[in-house]
């Protein structure tokens, strides 16, 4: 049966009673995924280190759930503003889950930088979400880390999986975007016949469930822009709020849907794309390959099939 992030329950923070569980999840992933990066002496250190009570006590643990199974764990040290154990059952792995992980730990924090002694197993992942190597990896008690870094950049902005309960705030935020955006570039006859194509709020929660759906929201919790994209590679949608222009929100959402590409083994990116939104996907890196005329919902409006590599 196919995972999707659609499908995992809760991400929340774990209590201490939870953590036991979350040194087992630790230890298996370990011994599954990492062995190459233990000698034997590395693995009693680990095991010392997330079977020691004190130690883990002095972490902010944070869990993903499959229903009540606990898939994934990510440990933080705040005082250190240090990553201590990331793990994710294998059968988890290549679903988003990590990054959704991930960020809902960085949300709950406010630093300049994170520190994460990384696995040669998770390099990759970290770089993908913005560490980067401090020096070549060495063994140390046993284990093999790869120290890296990741600079924190004070945001008014932050990206979140959308939820069911979205469906009314996205419509709104599609019908407005589009009625006052996309009016430079179309007739207000072609602006209301496309922006009537969000009055289904049935569609966009289909969209929640089967995309990987983002939404940006600011420090209000107001959805402020907002992106999705199929297990096909095709990025269906890709709005900014019309009050909210000229940010970098779209910047943010598309770093996040082409990591989540990349994450997932998605190797092209197609999108039809906007006479509006062409400029911006063009200095991303996306070329044209056909004009073309798309219907909306009575009429027909230009746009372009827009790929990426």
Known sequence: MQILLKD?????????????????????????????????????????????????????????????????????????????????????????????????????????????????????????????????????????SIPMIKECMKTDFTTRTAELSDASELRDLFRETVLTINKRDYSQAEVEDWASCGNDLSRIKEMIRTHYFIVATNRQAQIVGFSSITTQGYLHSMFVHKDFQGKGIATMLLNEIEQHATATGIKRITSEVSLTARPFFEKRGYIVEKEQKRKANQLSLTNFWMAKE
């Open 8 to 144: 995992i329950s809760m991400i929340r923070k774990l209590a201490k009673e939870e953590y036991n569980n979350a040194a087992d999840l630790s230890y298996k992933v370990c011994m599954e995924c990492g062995i190459s990066d233990f000698t034997q002496e590395g693995i009693e250190t680990f095991k010392s280190f997330i079977y020691d009570t004190s130690l883990m006590n002095e972490l902010d643990l944070y869990g993903a759930f499959d229903n009540n199974l606990l898939i994934g764990v990510i440990g933080l040290n705040r005082k250190r503003q240090h990553i201590s154990l990331f793990f994710i059952l294998p059968k988890y792995h290549r679903k988003g889950i990590g990054k959704s992980l991930f960020n809902h730990m960085m949300n709950d924090c406010d630093f300049t930088k994170i520190t994460v002694n990384s696995s040669t197993y998770g390099e990759a992942f970290y770089k993908h979400v913005g560490f980067k190597k401090i020096k070549e990896g060495s063994f140390n008690q046993g284990i093999m």
